[in-house]
């Protein structure tokens, strides 16, 4: 069975800095999709960014990039030019590229994210 | 598109009572989940459905039962609500091909609170 673990219960960041918050998984697949997804008070689960492990190029969507480093599995969110409305919940996720099982995610416990002003 | 609505938004059960959650998308979407959200713990998969009548366990299906008649509603049942059901509950929803097929569209989550 797959395993995802953030190992920061929380991190602070000021306004306008960086911050990169932490994500490995456990898994013996060899084609997976890994995600992050943020979840502000409202409880809304956004979509931040997604990573196909058949893929070298480390994604990117604007102030979000990844770090994904597949023989150590890990996959860490840089977030750049950090914004008050950046503070969130943020989840890592794991998803098996087969789809026998739908579509299923594993998620880590999350990270709290407070921007400081 | 409303994309994928849960109701109730809130719910205070006693133990012992039953009840449903709903869950609706309007996206055509083959796959259908339900999670649990609990603190320190992320997101936990309680069941899951590939197609309309065909549904699977997850992680943490004890106390939970689901059925899949249509392709739009994919409804949660607690036949018997305890107080370690006390969560918030996400229905999500992808399609089974296209170019957002790994993404998943969360609902906004109903919060249950078992007393």
């Known amino acids: 069975a797959q395993t995802v673990t953030q190992s920061q219960p929380e991190m602070s960041v000021q306004e306008a800095e960086t911050v990169t918050l932490s994500c490995t998984y456990d898994?013996?697949?060899?084609?997976?999709?890994l995600f992050w997804y943020k979840q502000p008070p409202s409880r809304q689960m956004i979509l931040v960014i997604r990573?196909?492990?058949?893929?070298?190029q480390n994604a990117t969507e604007n102030r979000f990039s990844v770090n994904f480093q597949k023989a150590a599995k890990s996959f860490s969110l840089k977030i750049s030019d950090s914004q008050l409305g950046d503070a969130a919940m943020y989840f890592c996720?794991?998803?098996?590229?087969?789809?026998?099982?739908?579509?299923?995610?594993?998620f880590g416990a999350g990270t709290i994210l407070r921007v400081k002003s | 598109n409303a994309g994928v609505t849960q109701t109730p938004k809130f719910q205070v059960l006693k133990t012992g009572q039953s009840m449903t959650l709903q869950c609706a998308q309007d996206?055509?979407?083959?796959?259908m989940s339900w999670y649990r959200q609990d603190p320190g713990m992320g997101l936990r998969l309680i069941h899951y459905?590939?197609?309309?009548?065909?549904?699977d366990q997850g992680e943490v299906p004890n106390g939970y039962n689901v059925s899949r008649s249509t392709t739009e509603d994919f409804p949660l049942r607690l036949l018997s609500a305890a107080p370690s059901q006390t969560s918030v509950y996400f229905c999500?929803?992808?399609?089974?091909?296209?170019?957002?097929?790994?993404?998943?569209?969360f609902g906004p989550g109903t919060r249950l609170l078992v007393l």
């Open positions: 996206m055509n979407h083959e796959y």
């Open positions: 459905s590939v197609g309309a009548g065909i549904t």
């Open positions: 999500a929803s992808s399609p089974r091909t296209g170019a957002s097929q790994e993404t998943q569209y």
């Open positions: 898994t013996s697949e060899s084609d997976y999709y």
């Open positions: 990573q196909e492990a058949y893929k070298q």
């Open positions: 996720a794991y998803r098996s590229y087969s789809m026998e099982y739908g579509n299923k995610l594993v």
